[in-house]
């Protein structure tokens, strides 16, 4: 079974520019989260979908971020403009509806200078 | 807002020496999970504990909750260098949805 999967792995922009990141979740995971490790704090939580539903979109940092899961499949994570603090690493984990364990993707790592 | 605090953030261990990581919320969790995280990876799902007081057993790795269902450890006995890593507890919560609230993590190294 293919794990989940993240494009691009690496993304280097300058501050102002866009950047639009890709997760595929594992097939048949309805469940779909985004999360952000910025470099020394902890892995934080963006938002989660439910097939093609925000189910909680607390942890987006602004209205810089937009996430869409079109047709409830793959997932996309634009941010328009990117700032400097918005270098990390992004996750994105997926499950099945009533399982807890989430399976993580292998992460984009951003840098914005 | 719901918090996980971890200690200690670093920890060096002589190989075959113990290790333990031990998490703390401020409030109840419904359940909380470990991930491994090895170096240039992602994280990795190790285990959920569920009831108060509950403690599960993975090999040489001991996990605990709280009889509160507040805080956790995980024990590794006789570490290895395949060890190597950082360790993060994450909370979920009554009625917060799927959200895994992560700790700092601890980063695990191993001298041969």
């Known amino acids: 079974e293919a794990g989940v999967t993240q494009f691009p792995s690496h993304s280097v922009i300058e501050k102002g520019q866009t950047v639009t990141l890709r997760c595929d979740p594992i097939?048949?995971?309805?469940?779909l989260y985004w999360y952000r490790r910025v470099m020394g704090k902890e892995i934080k939580f963006l938002l989660h979908?439910?097939?093609?539903?925000?189910?909680?979109e607390s942890g987006m940092p602004n209205n810089r971020f937009l996430a869409e899961r079109t047709g409830g499949t793959y997932s996309t994570l634009k941010v328009q403009p990117a700032e400097l603090e918005d270098s990390g690493v992004y996750f994105c984990?997926?499950?099945?509806?009533?399982?807890?364990?989430?399976?993580f993707g292998p992460g984009t790592r951003l840098t914005v200078l | 807002g719901q918090q996980v605090m971890q200690i200690p953030q670093y920890q060096h261990v002589q190989e075959g020496e113990d290790f333990t990581t031990y998490c703390n919320s401020s409030t109840t969790l419904s359940n909380i999970q470990w991930y491994k995280q090895r170096p240039g990876g992602h994280p990795v799902f190790l285990i959920q504990l569920v009831k108060s007081g509950e403690v599960k057993k993975q090999k040489r790795l001991t996990f605990q909750f709280g009889e509160a269902k507040k805080n956790s450890s995980l024990h590794i006995t006789a570490t290895q260098t395949t060890d190597v890593g950082t360790y993060f507890c994450?909370?979920?919560?009554?009625?917060?949805?799927?959200?895994?609230?992560f700790g700092g993590g601890t980063r695990l190294m191993v001298k041969p």
């Open positions: 994450a909370g979920l919560w009554y009625n917060a949805g799927n959200m895994l609230t």
């Open positions: 979908f439910v097939k093609e539903s925000k189910q909680d």
């Open positions: 097939s048949g995971h309805d469940n």
């Open positions: 984990a997926s499950s099945t509806q009533g399982q807890s364990e989430q399976f």
